[in-house]
């Protein structure tokens, strides 16, 4: 499959290793471009875009960055991707270490219905399950 993995943080970056590992063609983006992105492109395997050439042709993608940081996705980063492409969602909210207070959580929207409003695209919530701080990708790459 064509994956696109949004964010190539710890999770992303692990997400990107396995997927080319089990055969999968993965393009991965985070918000400061493909250069920056070298070192994680050399480990994994995966190709380095800019995030709308992620989500471009893709059978699934990965939005895999922080709750706070999703509202600044492009607006249109999804308009013309087939609502049969799959959107995993892997998030966790953390109001009090990183994201601040989302309002419309705390409001008492699920964390992942809120991620598909600002996205407009319904997403399945995979892989938050998974807890990945700063292992190297060696060791990460059993521990998904
Ligand atoms: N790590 C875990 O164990 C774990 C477990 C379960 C769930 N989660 C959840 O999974 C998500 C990712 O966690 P993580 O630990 O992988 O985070 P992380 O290591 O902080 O990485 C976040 C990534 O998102 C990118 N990013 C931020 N804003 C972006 C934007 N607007 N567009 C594109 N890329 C953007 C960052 O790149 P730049 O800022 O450089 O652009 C970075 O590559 C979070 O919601 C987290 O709560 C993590």
């Given at each position: ?24 063609e993965v393009r991965i983006a985070n918000s400061r471009g493909p250069a920056s992105l070298a070192d994680v492109a050399r ?49 966790n909210y953390y109001p009090q270490q990183r994201d601040g207070r989302i309002e419309g959580i705390e409001k008492g929207t ?35």
């Amino acid at each position: 499959m064509k994956i696109g993995i949004i964010g190539a943080g710890n999770i992303g970056s692990v997400l990107a290793l396995r997927f080319g590992e089990n055969g999968h063609e993965v393009r991965i983006a985070n918000s400061r471009g493909p250069a920056s992105l070298a070192d994680v492109a050399r480990e994994t395997g995966a190709t380095a875009v800019e995030a709308r050439e992620a989500v471009k042709d893709a059978d699934v993608v990965v939005v895999t960055i922080p709750e706070a940081k999703v509202p600044n996705l492009p607006k249109d980063l999804f308009a013309g991707v087939p609502a049969s492409v799959v959107v995993i969602d892997t998030g966790n909210y953390y109001p009090q270490q990183r994201d601040g207070r989302i309002e419309g959580i705390e409001k008492g929207t699920p964390e992942s219905r809120w991620v598909e409003q600002q996205i407009g695209r319904p997403v399945v919530k995979a892989f938050n399950n998974n807890y990945l701080y700063a292992v190297t990708l060696s060791r990460a790459r059993y521990m998904i």
